[in-house]
């Protein structure tokens, strides 16, 4: 996989496009929302950019409940070492194995393709 550093420029596209809370607000957020927000919380995807940790808003649906596909998809990152950085950029990146498209951009459809192509990621 191509470890090169992230840039300020990705992290502000993901923030603009998809919002980009810390992880505190989200913890606050979901008290709000649930009685116990911490089995929501121990899935979560979270970026760390600087000395902060952040939780990409893609993962979210309406309610604070996490998108399904996306939580597949993360735990399947995890299993195969992909840090959680690396995986986050992939979600918003198009994929020559997706037909150029993004991964996030598939996330309502069978979880299938996008394992796979994730598979494909982890060993480049």
Not at 54 to 64: K, Y
Not at 74 to 84: N, Q, V, Y
Request: proline share 10%.
């Amino acid at each position: 996989m191509n470890r090169q550093p992230i840039n300020d420029q990705t992290w502000e596209g993901i923030r603009t496009e998809f919002t980009l809370p810390t992880l505190q607000q989200v913890r606050r957020r979901l008290s709000e929302l649930m009685d116990d927000p911490e089995p929501v919380m121990r899935q979560l995807v979270r970026v760390f950019i600087d000395d902060g940790t952040f939780c990409p808003g893609f993962q979210f649906l309406p309610g604070g409940q996490l998108q399904p596909t996306v939580t597949t998809l993360f735990r399947r990152a995890m299993e195969l070492g992909i840090p959680h950085n690396y995986f986050t950029v992939w979600m918003v990146t198009p994929s020559k194995d997706l037909a150029g498209t993004r991964p996030l951009d598939h996330v309502k459809a069978d979880p299938a393709p996008l394992v796979r192509a994730l598979d494909s990621f982890r060993w480049r």
